[in-house]
């Protein structure tokens, strides 16, 4: 069964740069896209990569994603980082018969 | 704007049936598929299942036998039956709403807790 390996936490200062990787368990994502979503104390979950590596309307170019196929992960990089993206962040992608989630990674900006 | 809001018992018995509906706004629910992922209290998220507006449904494996997804496009929108419940179920329910090309999803509702008691 496919899982998503996600470091438990990560922090960063602000300005900087922080990269979030999401592992997969069996191999290559391959053709099966990896979303990631943004989740704030006490909010539902929000989009903030779609399709591997694209933006939806109204997320910051700060945020980016990408796929490295030698390493079988998949990473959601934050640049210029602000207080306001602490948050829990998710991975998430599929396989023939279910749609996993990462564990979730905690960044905190200090 | 894509809205989701939730609706349903707060608090459910174990052994029980819960039933929760999310109405949808901003969107036919004709156009997509739509989907329910849960949250443990302080832990992650699990997808639950997802259904197509024309009713064709898909389960997570690990909870296909208790899970049943309706949708009523008349009221524009799509309900969950969850059956023998425990306090494992116990979590934050959401409803959202999919994206075919990518099996994820974009718009989110902003939840529901949904406590199972003994």
């Known amino acids: 069964n496919l899982m998503l390996t996600q470091p438990h936490s990560v922090s960063e200062s602000p300005g900087k740069t922080v990269t979030i990787s999401c592992t997969h368990s069996s191999g290559s994502f391959g053709s099966n896209f990896v979303q990631w979503y943004q989740q704030r104390p006490g909010s539902a979950p929000t989009t903030v990569i779609y399709k591997d590596d694209q933006r939806p309307s109204g997320v910051p170019d700060r945020f980016s994603g990408s796929i490295d196929s030698s390493s079988n992960s998949a990473s959601l990089t934050i640049s210029g980082l602000k207080t306001e993206d602490e948050a829990d962040y998710y991975c998430?992608?599929?396989?023939?018969?279910?749609?996993?989630f990462g564990g979730g990674t905690k960044l905190t900006v200090l | 704007q894509v809205q989701l809001q939730e609706s349903g018992p707060g608090l459910v018995k174990s052994s029980e049936t819960l039933s929760l509906t999310c109405i949808v706004s901003?969107?036919?629910?004709?156009?997509?598929?739509w989907s329910w992922i849960r949250q443990p209290p302080g832990k992650g998220l699990e997808w639950i299942g997802y259904?197509?507006?024309?009713?064709?449904?898909k389960y997570n494996p690990s909870l296909k036998s208790r899970v049943t997804m309706s949708v009523d496009t008349s009221k524009n929108q799509f309900s969950l039956k969850l059956t023998s419940l425990t306090a494992a179920d116990t979590a934050v329910y959401y409803c959202a709403r999919g994206v075919m090309a990518t099996i994820g999803v974009d718009f989110w509702g902003q939840g529901t807790l949904v406590t199972v008691s003994s």
């Open positions: 259904i197509y507006y024309s009713g064709s449904t």
């Open positions: 901003g969107d036919s629910i004709s156009s997509s598929y």
């Open positions: 998430q992608s599929y396989d023939t018969t279910n749609v996993i």
